[in-house]
């Protein structure tokens, strides 16, 4: 993945443990980075506190998977298809789960379904992959069925405990969880060794930009989730002109500037200071409409995640004031 959110990057070695291992595929038809991107791995510390395999915190306590997440439910509407991550034989389904996010009024029920609508493969030697929060009658297999990896199982969903659209993948051998981007099974910070089973590299990726986009106020969370955020454009008496910024991996300190530029030069340039750990997170930042009205052109928005003063992520998009 080539992007400007790799400055708090490795490259996992796609060299496996042994001859006998799993070898994975991307589990989404989607580009790493661009149009998804990993919002959780797996928590490699044995304790009450977290740790992803980089010694990060792009985690949660018991998390036993990868997360790849969409950046919006409009994506997932649109329909992304979930992709077998290696050669196996199907062996669990479920999919008449709702697509109906936790939390939300209508929740379901989901005690014992928390993986929401799924597919279980086995593969050789042991080694089983399970995807959950697939939507709700896409799985297109059946318990039985001998699959190839990148053969299509279902697509995208938010069934099950979440609170986004992503696909959870789990990897087990011999039943036990297995982290795909270091599988060895001992947490070694700054490991330059790292025992992957992805058969391509694959980056990782501690924080990074979700969307960005222009308002006329600052929008709702929940419009932001949902995709339908950005104004493309907009007349010259707006009431406003707001530009926001929606990221993920957020840590305490972390700083996300918030800068527009018009056809007249800067417009705003504004920095919000994360109080706290955030896996997702969103700062908007504006000016109200003076009685003139904005100049006729383009206007660019850039946002850009900080830590400690280097660039962990930088993002630009345009609108137009007519």
Known sequence: MTHTGLLLAFLCSAAPLAAQDLLLALPLDCTLGQTCYVQQYVDRDAGPDHSDFACSKLSYDGHKGTDFALPSLAAMQAGVDVL???????????NDIPDIMQGAPNAPDIAGKE??????????????????????????????????????????????????????????????????????EVLTCNDPDLHSLWQTDMA????????LGFSDSVPKYADIKAGGAHTAVMPNHTPALVFWGYAYGGQTGDTLELLINGPK?????????????????????????????????TYTGTATLLRGGDILAQRDITMQIE
């Not at 593969?123 to 299509?152: M, R």
């Not at 990782?204 to 969307?211: E, W």
């Open 84 to 94: 077998a991550a290696a050669d196996g034989i199907v062996t669990g389904i479920s």
């Open 204 to 211: 990782y990726v501690g924080t990074g930009m979700i969307n």
């Open 115 to 184: 993986c929401g609508n799924g597919v279980v493969v086995t593969h050789d030697n042991g080694w089983e992959t399970q995807y959950c929060h697939l939507k709700q009658g896409s799985v297109t297999v059946t318990s039985g069925d001998h699959i190839s990896q990148g053969d299509v199982l279902g697509a995208v969903g938010l069934s099950g405990e979440t609170q986004f659209p992503h696909v959870h993948l789990s990897v087990r051998k011999d039943g036990n969880v297995i982290d795909p981007y270091d599988a060895d």
């Open 265 to 297: 030069g800067e417009v705003i340039r504004h920095q919000a200071n994360l109080e706290k750990p955030q896996a997702q997170f969103f700062r908007a930042a504006g000016k109200r409409t003076k009685s003139s009205g904005w100049p006729s052109g």
